[in-house]
């Protein structure tokens, strides 16, 4: 009889005993789990980290440039200066006139730099014929050059009247071409210009602020 009460004591031990353990297996593999899950959040919460930190400095950066770009002056050196001066020899006599949006130290002395590289190449300058005009004097050259007053102008713009396409669409975009080869951003395109213009029309070279 002992015999028997001691061998279901052991059973019944036993069977509470495999309970505890598997209870004890149980929680532990919950405690893991969320353990391993917190890190995998603790994973994804530094990585998100780093992510956000390198795109934050991948903004400081591209705004440095952007910066940098608006600080450096546009320069026609003087190999770009002589490869407009080239490109443009065939156009000798070609009538231009110069615009300038707005007025600063940068725009303005690439302004006279090309207005140099045209007249060394035989283009003829003329005077702006409007009314918002602005009068530099240079030495012995007055040079008298439009303002664009609620004009909006970007980069160096070249334009000619539609109907005077024949003439000064090839000249156009032959300046075009040499400006950006020579690193100034430059476009060239016929439009409809104002009629105060049409009676003279000339190749309109306007410089803005670089983009």
């Known amino acids: 009889m002992a015999i028997a009460i001691g061998i279901i004591g052991e059973v019944a031990f036993g069977m509470w ?9 149980s929680r532990s593999n919950d405690k893991l789990g969320a353990a391993e899950k917190e890190a995998g959040e603790a994973n994804d919460r530094a990585a998100q980290a780093l992510k956000e930190a390198a795109e934050a400095r991948i903004r400081a950066i591209s705004a440095e440039l952007e910066l940098a770009k608006y600080r450096d002056w546009r320069r026609l ?3 770009g200066f002589s490869s407009v001066v080239d490109a443009m020899l065939s156009f000798a006599g070609t009538p231009f006139t110069l615009a300038v949006s707005p007025i600063e130290p940068e725009t303005t002395e690439l302004l006279f730099r090309i207005r140099d590289a045209l007249k060394a190449a035989g283009l003829e300058h003329q005077g702006w014929p409007q009314s918002n005009i602005i009068r530099f004097a240079e030495g012995d050259d007055a040079v008298t050059v439009g303002i664009g007053k609620g004009v909006n102008v970007r980069d160096v713009t070249i334009t000619w009247e539609f109907s005077e396409a024949p003439t000064f669409a090839r000249v156009g975009q032959t300046l075009s071409t040499a400006l950006n080869a020579a690193g100034i951003t430059a476009g060239a395109w016929g439009e409809r210009q104002m009629p105060m213009l049409r009676p003279n029309p000339t190749l309109r070279v306007m410089v803005g602020r670089k983009m």
């Open 77 to 79: 050196d003087d190999a």
């Open 17 to 25: 005993d495999s309970r505890i353990q598997t209870e004890l297996r």
